[in-house]
């Protein structure tokens, strides 16, 4: 990354109310200018007209944005596509689709940009998949999947969709269910955009698997419990396919109850050798080294978010700082990463943005 470019962030936020939410006084997407010399976040712009747009994914190419809207008692979520203006970031509303479910939880993008996927964690179709036109808005859905099945707690009554990515060869579709405690695998058929079933991966029983994230080298994978405030770790073959569980560790310190916090983001550093998890409750971010070859986690400290209910936070594309949302606070809170240790240095920098949960940043220039 060169002097020259600059790094954009959007932020999704919730606009609507919900019985699970404390905060909904977002007004749509925002958009800030980061500075790289002090972590400060400077107001862009805004993107009005979008409900709740909850989670947001980047195409690969940096010049398409799509937003989920979740709102509670709609029929159906819908996902949204937005041009990136390549001098100033601001958002072109392109078009949007149904995703088929409701309460659309998660959005992202494959690997050459031809399909968007979204998940939904309500009702209806578990997970979606939209072709993705020429100039980048989102075609009627290709094909969707609804899975069946439960899980041990109450509220995991029946399927509930939360994530869903690509693996980094972009052959296979891996969606974390909440619901079921289970990583199901899907082949991605490219000519029509169809979700081949393929295989399941169980993970412990009332964890609540919420997140997943792909070490860069593509051999391991991680997935972060809601309810029981852990990450599991996963190694993966790409040639088959396959996951397999390789261990967890906890998320919170040694003394802290999980019924009192609730896993939520987890995230990657671009160099692999250190990967973060979101509590909210506890309002900190547990850090993790990763070890080299194996893929294993030690849980080196935890970080206190300075807000509450750290529900999403994000990278930026030099591994130098981490940006958290503190989604009932109002805030989110500049981190600078440590590159030896992989801990985290507050910057002091702090933005007040309503209900923000979704981070996403953006290289232009």
Same mark, same amino acid.
């Given at each position: 990354m060169t002097q020259a470019q600059r790094l954009l962030l959007y932020v999704g936020t919730y606009t609507r109310p919900a019985p699970y939410l404390k905060t909904h006084s977002g007004q749509g997407i925002y958009l800030y200018s980061f500075d790289r010399a002090t972590g400060a976040l400077t107001p862009v712009s805004e993107t009005h007209g979008i409900d709740s747009p909850s989670y947001l994914a980047i195409s690969r190419d940096q010049q398409r944005l799509y937003a989920v809207s979740?709102?509670?008692?709609?029929?159906?979520?819908?996902? =949204?596509? *937005?041009?990136?203006?390549?001098? =100033? !970031?601001?958002? =072109? *509303?392109?078009?949007?689709?149904?995703?088929?479910?409701?309460?659309?939880?998660?959005?992202?993008?494959?690997?050459?940009?031809?399909? %968007?996927?979204?998940? $939904?964690?309500?009702?209806?179709? @578990?997970? %979606?998949?939209?072709?993705l036109r020429a100039d980048g808005g989102v075609l009627p859905a290709s094909d969707s999947v609804r899975h069946v099945g439960r899980g041990p707690k109450p509220a995991q009554d029946k399927s509930h969709g939360h994530c869903i990515v690509t693996d980094p060869t972009n052959r296979w579709v891996h969606v974390v269910d909440l619901g079921l405690d289970q990583v199901v695998t899907y082949q991605l058929h490219h000519q029509y955009g169809r979700l081949i079933p393929h295989g399941t991966t169980q993970l412990e029983a009332g964890m609540g698997a919420r997140h997943m994230v792909f070490h860069p080298n593509g051999q391991s994978a991680y997935v972060i419990g809601e309810w029981n405030s852990s990450i599991t770790a996963?190694?993966?073959?790409?040639?088959?396919? !396959?996951?397999?569980?390789?261990?967890?560790?906890?998320?919170?310190?040694?003394?802290?109850?999980?019924?009192?916090?609730?896993?939520?983001?987890?995230?990657?550093?671009?160099?692999?050798?250190?990967?973060?998890?979101?509590?909210? !409750?506890?309002?900190?971010?547990?850090? /993790?080294?990763?070890?080299?070859? @194996?893929?294993?986690?030690?849980?080196?400290?935890?970080?206190?978010?300075?807000?509450?209910?750290?529900?999403?936070?994000?990278?930026?594309?030099?591994?130098? *700082?981490?940006?958290?949302?503190?989604?009932?606070?109002? @805030?989110?809170?500049?981190?600078?990463?440590?590159?030896? @240790?992989?801990?985290?240095?507050?910057? !002091?920098?702090?933005? $007040?943005?309503?209900?923000?949960? /979704?981070?996403?940043?953006?290289?232009?220039?």
């Open positions: 979740e709102v509670w008692l709609w029929p159906e979520g819908t996902i =949204t596509a *937005y041009a990136i203006d390549q001098q =100033t !970031g601001a958002l =072109t *509303y392109i078009n949007r689709q149904s995703t088929r479910g409701t309460v659309t939880a998660y959005a992202s993008v494959d690997q050459a940009d031809h399909f %968007a996927f979204a998940a $939904n964690y309500w009702d209806g179709e @578990t997970v %979606a998949v939209f072709p996963l190694t993966f073959n790409a040639e088959t396919g !396959g996951l397999m569980p390789l261990h967890s560790v906890p998320t919170l310190p040694e003394g802290v109850s999980a019924e009192t916090s609730y896993g939520s983001d987890i995230q990657i550093h671009p160099s692999g050798k250190f990967l973060y998890g979101g509590n909210r !409750g506890h309002d900190s971010l547990v850090i /993790c080294a990763v070890e080299e070859g @194996t893929g294993r986690l030690t849980v080196i400290g935890h970080q206190s978010t300075q807000g509450n209910f750290p529900r999403n936070f994000v990278i930026d594309p030099t591994g130098m *700082y981490l940006l958290v949302g503190n989604q009932n606070s109002d @805030t989110i809170v500049s981190f600078r990463i440590d590159q030896q @240790t992989g801990l985290l240095e507050p910057t !002091g920098q702090v933005a $007040n943005v309503p209900a923000p949960v /979704c981070l996403k940043f953006v290289t232009l220039g």
